[in-house]
């Protein structure tokens, strides 16, 4: 199966001088605040959900409880369709189940990476949350191309098992959105893709920021075969330093939500905006960026209302 040296991988490729600069023109963060809060109480299409409270850490094994499990849905549940989860290990799988108990639809993510072993725990924890009727859509891997844990091929197995378990369900796979383009053969094997828009990571700033993600979204549409696609992650985080022509702040990461989100809702695109909290353990594995992506704080207390 091929793997494009990274010399001739494919990204977006777009001047981005002729990109719509798109910032809103509110007068005060108190319409920011307003506007966000309206678009909220109205529902999003999906988010990302963490149950991980401070401390733990899922590359520690951290195990989590159904009981905060539990609570933190609660807190999101009147503000969204959907949630996205991320494993099937050390408690995750139990999410599926209580989310449907709260009535949210759920795509489901099993953790694929090197460790073959665990990988066998997921994959078999996700075809029972869907043989028991708790998932929508299973995605099997999670940028697993992206960070060079496994052959093409072997990820490919691990999707093409579930399907044959499950198929019932549909079946997909996540990734950063270029890796569709450069790997042809998981378009091939998927029922939806489930692309990664981030214009942050690509140094976007925020006034360029939503037509660029509207062009990546684009580019997987248009390698698609004709399969769904929904973007499985976007989002801006609201603390951290400049990250070329990225800049993190309070008022950026409610003027990116509430454009994304209206622009969605405009052109009917599936969103699993990111994220539900903000993760204290991701500045272990992203710097300072890592725990200011929620639309809550770690304690669960909504942010954008000064």
């Known amino acids: 199966m091929s793997k494009p040296k990274k010399e001739e991988m494919r990204y977006l490729n777009v001047n981005r001088y002729l990109l719509h600069k798109g910032r809103l023109q509110f007068q005060s963060t108190e319409e920011y605040e307003s506007e966000m809060k309206s678009i909220l109480d109205h529902k999003i299409f999906g988010i990302s959900f963490s149950p991980y409270l401070e401390g733990q850490d899922p590359s520690e094994k951290s195990v989590i ?11 999101i ?5 959907w949630v996205r989860t991320f494993s099937c290990t050390l408690g995750n799988q139990e999410v599926p189940r209580i989310a449907k108990e709260k009535s949210l639809k759920t795509l489901v993510g099993a953790w694929i990476d090197t460790d073959l072993e665990n990988n066998e725990l997921e994959i078999n924890n996700a075809i029972q949350i869907a043989q028991n009727g708790h998932a929508d859509i299973l995605a ?36 950063a959105y270029y890796m569709f383009i450069n790997y042809p053969e ?37 390698n698609s075969k004709g399969k769904e696609v929904l973007i499985s992650e976007t989002g801006w985080p609201s603390a951290g330093s400049q990250y070329g022509g990225a800049v993190p702040s309070y008022e950026n990461a409610m003027s990116y939500f509430i454009q994304t989100q209206n622009w969605a809702l405009q052109e009917n695109i599936p969103l699993f905006y990111f994220s539900s909290f903000d993760e204290v353990w991701k500045i272990n594995h992203e710097g300072e960026y890592g725990a200011y992506w929620g639309i809550w704080d770690k304690d669960g207390a909504y942010k954008f209302n000064k």
């Open 140 to 175: 099997i891997g999670n940028e697993v191309l992206l960070r060079e844990d496994l052959e093409l091929d072997q990820l490919i197995s691990y999707i093409r098992r579930v399907k044959e378990a499950v198929p019932h369900v549909k079946v997909g796979y996540v990734d």
């Open 65 to 75: 409880t159904e009981q905060q499990i539990a609570d933190r849905l609660e807190v």
């Open 186 to 222: 998981i378009v091939d094997e998927c029922d939806v893709l489930l692309a990664n828009c981030y214009p942050f990571w690509e140094h976007c700033s925020l006034e360029i920021s939503v037509d660029y993600m509207k062009k990546m979204y684009q580019l997987v549409k248009d």
């Open 77 to 81: 549940r009147p503000y969204t369709n």
